[in-house]
């Protein structure tokens, strides 16, 4: 999946939920097909220095624009992402924290989160599939003045065979992605 299909992907998944519809069931059934999510009438890209935030303008239900910072770690030799960290809003309108991993992670430790010199925040994985698990946690006031004042962040993901992955990420540009998220 691109950068940016994975943008809108997420965007969904955080804003809208996930939809689904089959066609054959509808055709063959009195019940209305599941309405589409709405598509958007514009969309933007803007890079606050590691993040890349992805905002995108709805006409309908009602007009609205919908962002998304998103920071990426890809494996340099195929280009491959292994960790994606989202920063938006969920479905309660209440900004929301998301960890997305490859497969082969201890479900049961979760994500483990150190923002500059603060403790460890543990965050649960709420999914995984056959190609990705996802962690989520709300960004409560705490967290946002960490992110905000501190110029690193430290993720651990626990696997499953005992072999961590620990990532140090600058936390450089965050600041732009949460005043644009709210």
Known sequence: ?????????VSTVLVLGATTSVASAAETSSVP????????????????DNW??????YAEPAKKTVC??????????????????NLGLGADGAPVSTFVTLTGV????????RVGSTPVRKVGFATCEPTQCVARAPIDAALRKDLIEADKAEITIHGSTGRNMKLELALKGVDGVLAAIK
Request: charged letters at 25%; aromatic letters at 8%.
């Open 52 to 57: 890349r935030l992805v905002c995108e303008e």
């Open 106 to 113: 201890s479900v049961a430790q979760g994500v483990e989160l």
């Open 68 to 85: 998304v910072g998103i920071l990426q770690i890809a494996k340099k030799e195929t280009g491959e992402t292994l960790f994606t960290w």
């Open 33 to 48: 097909p599941a309405p589409q999510p709405p598509k958007p009438i514009r969309s933007e890209i803007v890079n606050y």
């Open 1 to 9: 999946m691109t950068g940016r299909g994975f943008a809108k992907w």
